[in-house]
């Protein structure tokens, strides 16, 4: 059968992209090599130094891409890269791509094979702090737009493209929705593309398409002025540990739903044809079970463990404690007990309103005589995109030219920032990363696949072109 028109268009832009990609990528993979030298670890403050030189030397790296805005942008921690190129065409959708350039720390005696900071091409692979998480899934946007200039003859993008590039990701991202709301206006958007995410195998390329959100909190009982006697007082004055063990025993019900009244209400309920995507993953119950070093599955009933994992919201005890923790006996009724929850929710769910929801269900589960204190920490509001938004849809056509295969969806059972920027500029939140599981991230040994690397550098290649026909 011979190709229309349109298929033959495209499949010689398609080959075009590839040759491209060919011939620049040695120097592509030098580029990021060179980056990964740059110990840019928020965490430790030693480092300081380095994550703003990793700032300065991503910002002059996207100068000579292209990009004729490419500044650093500061906050009262690291610093986070900004950049922009408008497409020329006031008709085009604007798109913001998101990152981070700080990684986690790493040494040597960790178990690394060779020195985490001087990366090593070997087997097909890229070794090296930062090469899947997040360096290297945020420089092949560097190279996939040049790739698509390449091969449609543009001088700019087919749409207005930015890049916002944090330095505080691997540091709970303290300064970063204070960021966004500052700039605001500069980071206006149709879309934002996450590239800070995963697929779920080498074999089985996939898009993710939300996250949950976060609430925690730390619950404080206080009984006695002081630790006193058991046999003196037992059975004849309330025990705060005895109250903090029956609080966290009345969270669930025997199913293993929240009892919180409330928690539930206006969630987003998976369709069942959600749920048949879901079902068609290539799941091992057992292999997961290994990799979670546990022995059996557990969870709110009715619920596969991939649908409680990443569409259900769930409660969980994060440590717990009170009285004496020490060898041998000690007969106290201690005078606190306390304990540390976290609270992931899905779309349709609100922070502020599960803080005031779970603030009210405390009080009642409190007794007579107990004094109780609960302080939250900032939450974190989950983003869900609809399988069929339009620009998730592009996202999953650019992968499939450039994996030559279907696309499957899977949603991270995690919580990022990448809801500040959905909540902030009121766009929707695609996420499109290459990295598998074996990469091991925030683990000794971090690696990236080259070949997938360069598929994501496709990817971003058709994406913009695909994006800008449908208009977002």
């Known amino acids: 059968m011979s190709e229309t028109p349109d298929s033959a268009v495209q499949t010689a832009v398609d080959a075009t992209v590839r040759a491209y990609i060919e011939q620049h990528r040695a120097a592509f993979l030098d580029d990021l090599a060179e980056w990964l030298r740059?110990?840019?670890?928020s965490a430790q403050p030693e480092h300081d130094a380095d994550v703003r030189r990793s700032a300065d030397w991503l910002a002059a790296k996207l100068k000579e891409t292209g990009f004729p805005v490419a500044e650093v942008l500061e906050t009262p921690g690291a610093p986070a890269v900004y950049a922009e190129w408008p497409s020329g065409d006031p008709e085009a959708p604007t798109v913001l791509v998101y990152g981070h350039h700080d990684v986690q720390p790493a040494a040597r005696e960790d178990g690394w094979h060779t020195e985490p900071f001087e990366p090593e091409l070997r087997d097909g692979r890229l070794y090296g702090r930062g090469a899947a998480d997040d360096k290297g899934q945020v420089f092949f946007h560097t190279l996939g737009v040049r790739a698509h200039l390449a091969a449609t003859g543009r001088t700019a993008p087919a749409v207005n493209l930015k890049l916002l590039i944090e330095g505080e990701e691997e540091s709970g991202s303290p300064n970063f929705r204070a960021l966004v709301e500052a700039h605001a206006d500069r980071l206006a958007a149709d879309a934002v593309i996450v590239s800070d995410t995963g697929m779920w195998s080498q074999n089985t390329p996939t898009v993710c398409t939300g996250m949950r959100g976060l609430a925690e909190c730390e619950i404080r009982l206080y009984g006695p002025d002081q630790d006193i006697h058991s046999g003196s007082f037992g059975g004849a004055v309330p025990n705060p540990a005895t109250a903090v063990a029956r609080l966290v025993a009345a969270l669930h019900d025997a199913h293993a739903r929240v009892t919180v009244p409330g928690f539930y209400d206006g969630i987003a309920e998976?369709?069942?044809a959600e749920r048949q995507l879901v079902a068609e993953l290539p799941f091992d119950e057992e292999e997961w079970l290994r990799t979670a070093k546990s022995r059996a599955p557990h969870g709110e009933a009715g619920y596969s463990t991939l649908e409680r994992v990443w569409a259900r919201p769930t409660?969980?005890?994060n440590g717990?404690?009170?009285?004496?923790q020490g060898p041998g006996g000690k007969t106290i009724i201690p005078s606190s007990a306390m304990v540390k929850l976290s609270f992931r929710l899905v779309a349709g769910q609100d922070p502020d309103r599960i803080e005031k929801?779970?603030?009210?269900?405390?009080?009642t589960q409190v007794p007579d005589g107990i004094r109780h204190e609960i302080a939250f920490s900032a939450g974190t509001r989950p983003c869900l995109t609809p399988l069929d938004h339009p620009a998730l849809q592009s996202v999953?056509?650019?992968?499939?030219?450039?994996?030559?295969?279907?696309?499957?969806?899977?949603?991270?059972?995690g919580s990022g920032p990448a809801a500040d920027l959905q909540d902030v500029l009121?766009?929707?939140?695609?996420?499109?990363?290459?990295?598998?599981?074996s990469d091991g991230w925030h683990a000794p040994n971090e690696k990236v696949e080259i070949d997938l690397l360069l598929k994501g550098v496709e990817t971003t290649a058709h994406l913009w072109?695909?994006?800008?026909?449908v208009r977002t």
């Open 38 to 41: 740059i110990p840019s670890v």
């Open 270 to 272: 998976l369709t069942d």
């Open 315 to 317: 409660a969980e005890v």
């Open 320 to 324: 717990i404690g009170g009285g004496y």
């Open 357 to 363: 929801l779970v603030t009210e269900w405390v009080a």
């Open 396 to 413: 999953v056509r650019a992968m499939g030219r450039a994996f030559g295969q279907k696309i499957r969806f899977t949603r991270e059972g």
């Open 426 to 437: 009121g766009a929707p939140v695609l996420f499109l990363g290459i990295s598998v599981p």
């Open 465 to 469: 072109g695909d994006l800008a026909s």
